[in-house]
């Protein structure tokens, strides 16, 4: 027999109160985890986009609360874990505090309860970066993609010697310094960074500081048109054409805008489009954006993105695929 999800057990055990219920428990147990939650972050492939390549659902600790939170990138979800409960299963408030009460009385009746000693993992952050000047080696890098320092400096893309970071694990501080050539920064309009690139690393590529949507700082809306972009590197490179456009990028094609946002643009503008990869994750963020906003989109056929596009193939050939395309979806 199936029971309500309001149902209480009459033990001296029975959990009444949402707060009794681990929030460690509530993540392990909906997403059957390997591994035990004791204060680590770890990040999962979405459970709303298990097809996604690069994983976007992080687990993570909030220390002023001592419990587990959940963002997912893939979709702009997040929340503790009655939040995750009510997203997992379409359901309301009060329900998903009842199913919560449910399951976990009914887990501890058959596993009973373990005590986890609950440590939060420490984490690197950003001490210091130590910009340089632009070299033969950035020139060779960036102008591949049309993009020259005069564009760079606008959209606040710094060239660094190296950046510090440091970690506080009970008073012991670790200091690590990384530097070589092809390092970047971007920054925010205060000259904050946001984010570091490092293109030719395979496992770091990117280190995100902050969420930034990139290149809104830099709007001047001065034209009728604006572009999404799945990169600040291809929106650069966009923005580089000429076209009667503004562009902006969000932190990932696997990090929806805000509603808030978009309703901003949308009164700034005549029409917005994005501009994604050519492959699944971008093909089902132009869906993504065009399901919650009505925001039409394309992807370029013919290379993975814009910007590889015209280090490939060059700018007029790039441009005489890429424009029929941005017309047709600002047309639709």
Not at 142 to 159: C, D, H, P, Q
Not at 188 to 203: F, V
Not at 213 to 230: A, E, F, M
């Amino acid at each position: 027999m199936t029971l309500p999800f309001n149902f209480m057990f009459s033990t001296k055990n029975v959990i009444v109160e949402i707060s009794q219920i681990p929030s460690y428990w509530v993540f392990q147990y909906y997403l059957n985890l390997h591994e035990k939650l004791v204060g680590q972050d770890i990040k999962i492939k979405s459970v709303w986009n298990p097809a996604e390549r690069t994983p976007s659902f992080c687990i993570y600790v909030d220390k002023s609360q001592m419990q587990y939170l959940f963002k997912d990138f893939s979709t702009g979800k997040s929340g503790d874990k009655v939040t995750f409960v009510m997203e997992l299963f379409k359901i309301d408030y009060s329900s998903a505090c009842d199913r919560l009460v449910h399951d976990y009385n009914i887990f501890v009746k058959s596993e009973g309860t373990e005590e986890i000693e609950f440590n939060p993992q420490a984490k690197w952050e950003l001490d210091y970066i130590n910009p340089r000047g632009w070299n033969s080696l950035d020139s060779s890098f960036w102008l591949s993609f049309r993009i020259g320092k005069t564009m760079l400096e606008t959209y606040n893309v710094k060239a660094l010697e190296y950046y510090n970071m440091v970690k506080d694990e009970d008073g012991v501080i670790s200091k690590l310094k990384i530097e070589g050539e092809h390092i970047y920064a971007y920054c925010d309009k205060d000259g904050i960074p946001y984010k570091i690139y490092q293109p030719y690393k395979k496992k770091h590529k990117f280190h995100k500081l902050k969420s930034h949507i990139q290149g809104l700082d830099q709007l001047q809306y001065n034209q009728p048109y604006l572009v999404i972009c799945s990169s600040l590197k291809d929106a650069m490179c966009l923005k580089g054409f000429g076209y009667n456009i503004e562009v902006i990028a969000p932190d990932s094609e696997n990090t929806m805008i805000k509603p808030y946002v978009i309703d901003n643009l949308k009164s700034k503008y005549s029409k917005i489009i994005t501009l994604f990869d050519n492959d699944e994750a971008g093909k089902k963020a132009v869906e993504a954006y065009a399901k919650a906003y009505n925001i039409n989109g394309t992807c370029l056929t013919i290379c993975k993105d814009i910007s590889d596009s015209v280090k490939q193939f060059g700018f007029e050939i790039t441009h005489s695929h890429l424009k029929p395309l941005l017309k047709e979806a600002l047309y639709k």
